[in-house]
């Protein structure tokens, strides 16, 4: 059932919606990626969750049209090394989509209207996520011979609480969202967290590992918590 596709019409407005049917005592509507899911107990009736959806289509919509105004459109600006690019989106029926650099901006060539409509947040993340990756080793390469500092592992996920961790294990994670910014930035980033190898606080004795390597380490921490503009373009996609 929870692969089937419902429709529910209030006023002018069509939601489309799924249902998932589980082992829970409680009924509520999830959205996700801009898709509606109602989630009702497993011995709930078709007709609850069309009830369900019903009280709530006021707030499903709401959510629906703040999804689409944070989703990447045309008119989005798509920051990278701290450069904003134009997002430019050509349905041209290829098989697979492709995201390439031209000049100042970025071309995103998709299979179908649907594909933009479902897929193209998902494929955005993943452009993030190689070229934030690409950056981030550019940056282990040097920092790493500086300060001999190596991880056991590097790997860039979708971290929105920090912009990297460092666990007791040795291993780093980058947020995806660190391309944004300009290459000093992320190398400050890597080093925070290369530091934290060696210091697993934020104690005075870390903050002197990180100047030896980077002097102006604090006026780059302050960039990167001051440059709104850039953290709100990046995330309003993503």
Sequence with gaps: MADKLYRYKHTDYVIEYKINKGKRKHSYICISDGNVIVKIPQKATLTFAQK???EKAEWVI????????????ESSQVYLLGKAYKLKIEVTGTK????????EVVQVY???QDYVESSLKMLMEEFYRSFTLER??????????QTGLV??????????ASWGRCSSKGTISISLYLGAYPQDIIDYVVLH?????KHMNHSQSFWNEMKKYMPDCKQRREALKQDI???KQTFRGL
Excluded: M, Q
């Design 110 to 112: 998709c299979p179908t």
């Design 193 to 197: 967290e290369l530091c934290h190898l």
């Design 229 to 231: 503009t850039i953290k």
């Design 96 to 103: 697979f989509p492709k995201v390439l650099l031209k000049d």
């Design 136 to 145: 981030v080793n550019d940056g282990l390469l040097r920092l790493t011979k």
């Design 151 to 160: 991880p056991k592992e590097v790997s860039v996920k979708k971290l929105t």
């Design 52 to 54: 369900l959806l019903e």
């Design 62 to 73: 709401k959510k629906l049209a703040e999804y689409k105004k944070h989703s990447f459109t």
